[in-house]
């Protein structure tokens, strides 16, 4: 519950006020401030700005049922007509509207309307703002019995006050947040009073409009990109065709594995051969399919095998941060390894706003890390970039965990 009418008009209620801050302080930097205000709080669609030193706005939001632009805002409407430090609980047609004044400028704890069973909320609310001290001024209905405040009924006062306003166009009424639907309602209104080729150039929105359009284009849509770890090698299959291909390395008479690690679409197996007398003969055997075999120049021989392509995570949901981490350690440790997870980085959308967190992984351990898979299953935002095994039996695993 939101608004309450008197005197044949509509008033608003629980408008979120604030005062204009920088060096530009008029209508236009009210707007842009409200625009700006945290997610968090609410999407603003309507706005009110007071005239005052500096300016203050109030908002509502697109949760606030029965809220339209053209309506007066309540407090803005009590704030000009009394003036000065005060605070009020009003009987009002459907409940109690608190409002509380300092200085002329709305006190944004309160412009609040309680419905008519919670008399006693309102009243504690009101005690509230009596023991801060700073109000002298205290009115409250006789029914309610508080001490300290005098009945002053606004009903006569509100209605008096809308009519002396400056009818559609004043400032104490909301207008849509958006400066162009505001206009747009603006010459709505002003159409039964002009001439007739205005109402109709409205409705057939006139040339100037579309010119003014091709010369200044409206601003592309925001960019939706995908989450960062949309694209990346799945963990969980890279792993296990790692495993699995280095478990079955090319056997090379005449040289023993050394090492061998996945990355990418490749995997590198890393020879010695036991004598360098020997490495002519192990360079004359018959290729592998898919692989090929290649000497450096310290007598080490390495195969290069392809890998099929891995599956990439898909829009898989992060889970959070610390519940991550903890399933990392706890799945490493099980197997008798280690991890370490650098400190979280944010990933900012170049959209705008922050998308996730990321970790940086390196593990290891001395059991096959295709043994962590069930363990780490719910991890899907988990990428494995390399995967390395080094004899006699350790294996190093190396990735970026995308958390929320």
């Given at each position: 519950?939101?608004?309450?009418?008197?005197?044949?008009?509509?008033?608003?209620?629980?408008?979120?006020?604030?005062?204009?801050?920088?060096?530009?302080?008029?209508?236009?930097?009210?707007?842009?401030?409200?625009?700006?205000?945290?997610?968090?709080?609410?999407?603003p669609t309507n706005i009110v700005v007071r005239r005052t030193s500096p300016p203050q706005f109030g908002v509502s939001f697109s949760d606030a049922q029965g809220v339209r632009p053209g309506q007066f805002a309540a407090a803005a409407v009590l704030a000009d007509a009394l003036g000065g430090t005060w605070a009020g609980l009003f009987d009002v047609p459907n409940g109690w509207y608190l409002v509380a004044c300092r200085r002329g400028f709305v006190d944004p704890d309160t412009d609040r309307l309680f419905a008519r069973h919670d008399a006693d909320a309102a009243r504690r609310v009101l005690q509230d703002v009596m023991v801060e001290g700073k109000t002298k001024t205290i009115y409250a209905p006789a029914s309610l019995n508080v001490p300290g405040t005098k009945d002053f009924p606004i009903d006569k006062l509100l209605a008096q006050q809308a009519r002396g306003l400056k009818g559609m166009m004043s400032r104490q009424r909301l207008a849509p947040l958006d400066t162009r639907i505001a206009l747009r309602q603006k010459l709505l209104r002003l159409a039964p009073f002009a001439a007739a080729p205005l109402a109709l150039a409205l409705l057939?929105?006139?040339?100037?409009?579309?010119?003014?359009?091709?010369?200044?284009?409206?601003?592309?849509?925001?960019?939706?990109?995908?989450?960062?770890?949309?694209?990346?090698?799945?963990?969980?299959?890279?792993?296990?065709?790692?495993?699995?291909?280095?478990?079955?390395?090319?056997?090379?008479?005449?040289?023993?594995?050394?090492?061998?690690?996945?990355?990418?679409?490749?995997?590198?197996?890393?020879?010695?051969?036991?004598?360098?007398?020997?490495?002519?003969?192990?360079?004359?055997?018959?290729?592998?399919?898919?692989?090929?075999?290649?000497?450096?120049?310290?007598?080490?021989?390495?195969f290069s095998c392809?890998?099929?392509?891995?599956?990439?995570?898909?829009?898989?949901?992060?889970?959070?941060?610390?519940?991550?981490?903890?399933?990392?350690?706890?799945?490493?440790?099980?197997?008798?390894?280690?991890?370490?997870?650098?400190?979280?980085?944010?990933?900012?959308?170049?959209?705008?706003?922050?998308?996730?967190?990321?970790?940086?992984?390196?593990?290891?351990?001395?059991?096959?890390?295709?043994?962590?898979?069930?363990?780490?299953?719910d991890l899907q935002t988990l990428s494995v970039s390399t995967v390395e095994f080094a004899t006699p039996n350790t294996w190093y695993i190396e990735g970026v965990l995308y958390a929320r």
């Open positions: 519950m939101s608004t309450f009418s008197a005197g044949g008009k509509v008033f608003v209620t629980n408008l979120f006020w604030q005062t204009v801050g920088g060096a530009a302080r008029g209508a236009a930097a009210a707007r842009a401030q409200a625009r700006k205000l945290p997610l968090e709080i609410g999407t057939a929105r006139p040339a100037w409009v579309a010119v003014d359009q091709r010369l200044h284009p409206p601003p592309p849509p925001p960019l939706q990109l995908p989450p960062p770890w949309e694209g990346m090698p799945a963990a969980a299959p890279f792993i296990s065709q790692c495993v699995g291909g280095v478990l079955s390395y090319p056997q090379l008479p005449g040289a023993r594995l050394k090492s061998a690690q996945c990355r990418g679409d490749k995997i590198l197996f890393h020879y010695t051969p036991y004598t360098p007398l020997t490495l002519p003969l192990v360079l004359g055997e018959r290729a592998v399919p898919r692989c090929q075999l290649t000497a450096s120049d310290k007598a080490d021989l390495q392809d890998l099929d392509p891995t599956p990439k995570i898909g829009r898989q949901t992060p889970v959070a941060r610390d519940a991550a981490a903890r399933r990392m350690w706890e799945s490493f440790g099980l197997l008798g390894g280690g991890v370490e997870l650098s400190a979280p980085h944010p990933v900012i959308n170049p959209a705008g706003g922050l998308s996730a967190i990321e970790m940086t992984v390196k593990a290891r351990g001395s059991a096959p890390p295709d043994m962590l898979l069930h363990a780490i299953a």
